[in-house]
């Protein structure tokens, strides 16, 4: 994966973050992690595996990998982009296409397909479920008296609302057979249930990770990784670049835009010598319920916290990153905005851009958006700001 930058963002800027998304990515590379964290000891059946979200595919890799001739047969769910670029070493895998966020027919198509390989599993077989981030939406099965229209409208407006992933995967689950443990009850016959985790929810709670489709006491869910493993490699990268650390904020889910103030107060206020850096993790969110504008949460911190340092006079960065690579309804991943990006003249149009949610268009208009398409991880949002000493600048 190879991120897009503006054209007129500085090589300076461009090594600068290239760098830090090619750590956090590296370091949440769900084959990798998955490797790290499988158990083979548990797996002495034919194991069947049904793999559901931004990471399956990767995840489905590893995983036959890691089981050998104990490996049965996958259905695997994703996105169309993911899908588009899969690529699997083994024949026994069916791949299926879903939307994301907001679920087509052809999720219901996908999950039916899954329903029915999770139904022919011998009993003397195990099941491993792989789950991801996006794996809500992706695994779509309306109750008998909901149509998909109603699912759909109903997800828009929590989303749109900026409602926090806790209530809007409440709600699906009141909607859909497999939340809540549906799952898990269509595998009740199979002799032994596991579950390996990519965490897309602050504080990990198993009932809410795609709606917790197999979150029952009887089955084990292993998290391989989460936003604080990826929020500890950007600490780690912070040290790595010599830049002293003076605040970390940890499972942040308020207004993006007010974290994006208060991140940067932390550079404002601060008597540290520079170069030193702030630094946060989590999923800050925005209401754009009255907005017709264009942006995600991480495109709105990055121009929040900037608008705050447009008086400082100190040099400064700041980084954010959605880790799925799409933040909110946008195709950006996230921005890098610098000192000598901001004019006078931008800060009217930055402030409307606030107020409107409409922060896409003025972060291309800086040269300041980042894009990379969907990662294939998904580990929710990171952020720093860095203030720099004059006569220490970012190495290029």
Excluded: Y
Excluded at 5 to 19: C, E, I, R, V
Aim: charged content about 15%; aromatic content about 4%.
């Amino acid at each position: 994966m190879l991120p897009h930058f503006q054209p007129n963002l500085d090589p300076t800027s461009k090594n600068l973050a290239w760098g830090l998304l090619k750590t956090i990515l590296t370091s949440t590379n769900p084959q990798a992690v998955l490797v790290k964290h499988f158990d083979s000891t548990l797996f002495t059946r034919l194991t069947h595996i049904l793999a559901f979200g931004k990471a399956s595919i990767p995840m489905t890799n590893a995983a036959i990998e890691c089981l050998g001739d104990r490996f049965a047969r996958a259905t695997v769910i994703s996105t169309p982009q993911l899908c588009a670029q899969a690529q699997f070493k083994h024949n026994r895998i069916e791949l299926l296409a879903a939307d994301h966020p907001l679920p087509t027919k052809r999720n219901i198509n996908a999950t039916n397909r899954l329903i029915e390989h999770a139904q022919s599993i011998p009993r003397n077989h195990q099941a491993l479920i792989l789950i991801s981030g996006g794996g809500s939406a992706l695994l779509c099965s309306p109750k008998e008296d909901v149509t998909l229209e109603h699912l759909t409208q109903t997800t828009n407006t929590l989303l749109k609302s900026g409602a926090p992933i806790q209530k809007i995967n409440q709600t699906r689950a009141q909607l859909e057979t497999l939340k809540s443990g549906g799952l898990a009850r269509i595998l009740d016959h199979v002799v032994r249930i596991d579950a390996l985790v990519l965490s897309d929810v602050i504080g990990d709670d198993i009932a809410t990770i795609a709606s917790g489709p197999v979150a029952v006491p009887s089955i084990p869910h292993t998290i391989i990784a989460n936003n604080q493993h990826a929020l500890d490699t950007l600490i780690a990268w912070i040290a790595s670049e010599q830049i002293n650390l003076v605040s970390i904020q940890r499972q942040v889910t308020e207004h993006a835009a007010e974290q994006g103030k208060a991140l940067v107060g932390k550079l404002i206020n601060s008597d540290s010598h520079p170069p030193f850096a702030a630094c946060l993790g989590g999923e800050p969110t925005v209401n754009t319920q009255s907005s017709t504008g264009t942006g995600g949460p991480m495109l709105e911190l990055a121009l929040a916290g900037a608008l705050e340092l447009t008086q400082t006079g100190f040099p400064w960065t700041i980084i954010t990153f959605a880790t799925d690579g799409i933040d909110g309804p946008t195709d950006a991943a996230g921005a890098i905005i610098t000192n000598d990006m901001l004019k006078p003249e931008h800060i009217p149009s930055i402030q409307n851009a606030l107020d409107e949610h409409n922060t896409l268009p003025m972060c291309d208009l800086l040269g300041s958006t980042i894009r990379t398409g969907e990662t294939g991880t998904n580990v929710n949002d990171l952020a720093v700001a860095i203030r720099w000493n004059r006569t220490c600048l970012p190495c290029s």
